[in-house]
């Protein structure tokens, strides 16, 4: 259970790095928690609450409804659904609230209870459910009427295992290591790797990915992140250098600091997050030549794969210059040459 609630941090910090925007403060809902991991077996019941908070400056006519959602192939991004046939979970355990609407006041919040009930016969597996508010921000004209001068939906994602116990059933492989087999010794390469969970639930991304080049005793490592990978789904795995993972645990030794002093601490730990987290990598050095093997270790999976570097632009330089040297020679002459003139 440990390891569940380390990645559900994990899952939490990086959506909520990627909650709604709204453009206008006037319009200013929060939901909390946007993502949460939760693992319930058949016949046993969980209460799941979500905070909503009204920061903006108008009452929020704020109606719940679910669906299910899945995650892309490459950066797992959600994507949500029409509908949902989880009929497991309800508000306040009441089917019958699913439509309608919550009034929410300027600056007031509202606590919702949602509770998952499940019965003895419920299959093993990974539900994956979104409970979306849509939210309509009201000006009252008169107290017989009511605009509606804003809408907008957010959405609490709930990834819910259903089994007998808490393991952890997902397995990760490698499905593509992709990096070129030849380059130029001036150019660099690129390389990207892609897993895919083949277990039967969620499970975070965990290994490296190495450098090495002989006769150098040194590498150069990058240590994947862990995102969730949902089943049966893919990723492309993001990693970050040693040295900035090493900087990142440096701010967050100093969280206690940067708060204390007013820094808004999440904003720059996400900055910093988008700027070195990468999934796809480029490898250069001022000049490269031979061998760089590259090994990708995902899990107990691991895939070792190899560059080689020759300076081809210095090739073709040696190729293509006397061929030039020798066109020039031969413009030159032509155009030294007099005219012959005709006799009468």
Known sequence: MKIFKYYFFVLLFLAMSSNLAIAATAFDLKVYPPITYLSVKPGAGINHQIKLKNDGLY??????????????DKLGRV???QKSDFTYLNLDGDSNKWGKSIFIKPGEEEILNFVITLPSDAKFEERYLSILFQAKQLSYASSSEKETLISAVLASNIILLIGGDEQNRGELTIEQFFLPKIVDSFIGFNFSALVKNVGINSIPVDGYIKVSH?????????????????????????????????????MEASKDVQVAAGNDYAAAKEKFINEKLRSKFFYKKSFLIGAYDLELKVGDDILQKRVIALPFSILFISIILPFLYWIFNFLSKSLKKKPVDSKS
């Open 59 to 72: 009452t929020l006519e704020v109606t719940p409804a679910l669906v299910n959602f899945h995650s892309d």
């Open 79 to 81: 994507i949500l659904e």
């Open 214 to 250: 002989w006769p150098d005793q040194s590498s150069e490592v990058y240590k994947l992140y862990p995102d969730m990978v949902l089943a049966g789904g893919k990723r492309l795995v993001r990693a970050m250098s040693e040295a900035d993972l090493l900087e990142l645990e440096k």
